[in-house]
Every structure is written in structure tokens, then in C-alpha cells.
């Protein structure tokens, strides 16, 4: 069993379509909600037998069901380290697998995100209901302190959940493979020749991913002040990447 922890903003929806591309559908699954557990490939086919069986959200139940270690599965979805090895859901056979991104430039991508979809009423919520006639960069540190957004770093959910310090960071050496949002191309061909998954499409999945929010300096000092130790973690991963090529 192949676990992808996926932290959300780290080029979660390219790599899913890889995989879409590359393996069959009986054999990778991807949480559509807290309720219910679709086959990423077919949105209307749900996976009856886990449908009818498995406690909502309970991953333990679902493991039971679906795992065979003779075929190669995937399982995807924002979980953390922490959960998944708390409740012995990683067997020592397992594969544990994640994406890394930039994290100022992943709060940024959070923050445009939040502020073009659904979530804008929260917006609202967060700054008295006077969004439109704020400055930007007051909206922004308004958003990033009321959600305590260091605990959405990619640091804790891919550690144990703590602060970053010398007795978690050699965690990062449980994982077989991390991609770096940054590197993308090489990273996807570095997980296919690793996993022998296939390349079936792959040049359509390795452009360079975008990257080009535009946005005031405040905007970027007030990111890189709330994310220092991701900052930290997210160096540690590129120096392995790059240790790796060698």
C-alpha cells in the first residue's frame, strides 16, 4: 500500500490526474468527503463494498476491506503522519509518499483560493464584515491569525504534529518520496522510475507548475513571518531532493 499524504496546495490535483492516468482504478482510492469514499476515476461509481461496510471515516475499516498486498494501491488524502502510524495503519510494507511546497508561496495560493471560492463570507467574518475596504495586506494578516495557520503547516502534518525540533526532524527519512511543487517534472519522473507505475501522458503533468501570484511585499513579509519553522522544514526536504540527484 502506497500512502500519499496530501497537504493541500502542493500540486495535489496534477499528481492525482497522474495517477488517474497511470493506475487502474480498482486499485486507488481518494476521500470525496468525510462521509463517503469514491474511486477517483469514476465520480458516479462509488465502491459499494466500502460504502455499505466501513464506519464513516473510519480508516481502519476501509484498510481491513481493500488492503492486498500482492497488487500495487495507492491511497490518497489529508491525513497526517501522526494519525495514520497512532492508529497502525502504516504497515512496515507500506510506502509513504507527499508533496512539499514553498511555504510562502503556498500560503499566498491558500489565500487566493479562500478569497475566490465559497469561503469568502469567512473573510468577511474575520474582518468585521469590511473586506472591501481594507488594504490588502490587513485582509491577509487578519485571515492568516485568526486561522492560526501554523498549524496548517506542512511541517506538523507531515512530522508528528509538534513544533520542529531535533528530535522529530529525522521523521522526513520515513518517507520514500517527496515531491517539491517547485520541481515538479522532476519529481513525477522521479516517483514513476521509483514505483514503476508507468508514463502513460506524462509530459501533460510535468509543465512548470504556476507560480506567478501577484502580490505586495507586506503581503509576503507578513507570510514569511508566520511560517519560519515550515520555512526551515521545507529547506530540509529540498536539500534531500537535491541529495538525491547524486
Known amino acids: 500500500m502506497i500512502f500519499n499524504i496530501h497537504v493541500n496546495r502542493t500540486s495535489g490535483s496534477s499528481f492525482r490526474d ?39 471515516d473510519d480508516l481502519g475499516s476501509m484498510l481491513e476491506m481493500i488492503r492486498d498486498d500482492s497488487k500495487l494501491q495507492i491511497l490518497c488524502g489529508h491525513y497526517t503522519y501522526k494519525h495514520i502510524t497512532k492508529h497502525g495503519y502504516l504497515q512496515p510494507q507500506d510506502k509513504l509518499v507527499t508533496w512539499v511546497r514553498e511555504p510562502v508561496s503556498r500560503c499566498i495560493s491558500e489565500w487566493k483560493w479562500v478569497l475566490y471560492n465559497v469561503h469568502k463570507i469567512d473573510i468577511n467574518k474575520i474582518t468585521n464584515g469590511d473586506l472591501d475596504n481594507l488594504p490588502s495586506a490587513i485582509k491577509f494578516e487578519a485571515w492568516i491569525d485568526a486561522r492560526k495557520h501554523r498549524s496548517n503547516s506542512q511541517g506538523r502534518m507531515l512530522l508528528d504534529g509538534r513544533p520542529l525540533d531535533s528530535k522529530n526532524k529525522d521523521l522526513i ?27 502513460s501522458n506524462l509530459g501533460q503533468f510535468t509543465g512548470i507548475p504556476y ?14 513571518k508566520y511560517h519560519k519553522e515550515d520555512i526551515e522544514f521545507y529547506n530540509m526536504c529540498l536539500e534531500r531532493f537535491h541529495n538525491e540527484r547524486c
Open 18 to 56: 497522474y495517477l488517474i492516468a497511470n493506475v487502474d482504478e480498482t486499485y486507488l482510492y481518494y476521500p470525496a468527503s468525510k462521509h463517503l469514499w469514491y474511486l477517483v476515476r469514476s465520480i458516479a461509481g462509488l465502491n459499494e463494498k466500502i460504502q455499505n461496510k466501513a464506519p464513516n
Open 173 to 199: 527519512d520515513k518517507y520514500d518520496f517527496i515531491g517539491v511543487f517547485e520541481h515538479r517534472a522532476e519529481s513525477l519522473n522521479k516517483f514513476n522510475k521509483m514505483f514503476q507505475i508507468g508514463d
Open 211 to 224: 507560480n506567478g501570484h501577484i502580490v505586495d511585499e507586506k503581503i509576503k513579509e507578513i507570510a514569511t
